[in-house]
C-alpha cells in the first residue's frame, strides 16, 4: 500500500508560479512511475507530468515548458514546478503512482492517488 500525500495548492495570479510537492510513504518509492494530474470543474482529470522510476519525465503539451516534475529518492517526495501560470491551470492537481510503463498518460493505470490540492490562477 502506498498513501500520498500532496501540499503547496494555493492561489496566484496570472504569469505566477507555486510548487506542489507529494510525499509517499509505503511500499518501495524508487520502484514507482509517479504522476501529477489535474482536474477543472466539469473536465475530467487530466494527465499533467510523469516522473518514471528511471527517472525519464514526460508532459502533457499544455504544460509543456511551463511545469517540471522532480524527485527526491532520499525524501520520496515528487515535485511539480509550475511557472508561468495561466487561468486554465486552474484545478484540482493530483498526485499518483503506480507501475505505469508507457501508459503515464492514463489515469486508470495508477494505483494510487493523493486526496488533491487547489491551483487557482486569477487573471
Known amino acids: 500500500q502506498v498513501r500520498l500525500v500532496e501540499s503547496g495548492g494555493g492561489l496566484v495570479q496570472a504569469g505566477g508560479s507555486l510548487r506542489l510537492s507529494c510525499v509517499a510513504s509505503?511500499?518501495?518509492?524508487?520502484?514507482?512511475?509517479m504522476g501529477w494530474f489535474r482536474q477543472a470543474p466539469g473536465k475530467e482529470r487530466e494527465f499533467a507530468a510523469v516522473?518514471?522510476?528511471?527517472?525519464?519525465?514526460y508532459y502533457a503539451d499544455s504544460v509543456k515548458g511551463r511545469f517540471t516534475i522532480s524527485r527526491d529518492f532520499a525524501k520520496n517526495t515528487v515535485t511539480l514546478q509550475m511557472n508561468s501560470l495561466k487561468p486554465e491551470d486552474t484545478a484540482v492537481y493530483y498526485c499518483?503512482?503506480?507501475?505505469?510503463?508507457?501508459?503515464?498518460?492514463?489515469?486508470?493505470?495508477?494505483?494510487?492517488w493523493g486526496q488533491g490540492t487547489q491551483v487557482t490562477v486569477s487573471t
Open positions: 499518483a503512482a503506480g507501475g505505469v510503463g508507457s501508459n503515464y498518460y492514463t489515469s486508470s493505470q495508477y494505483s494510487y
Open positions: 516522473t518514471s522510476w528511471s527517472g525519464r519525465t
Open positions: 509505503g511500499r518501495a518509492f524508487s520502484r514507482l512511475d
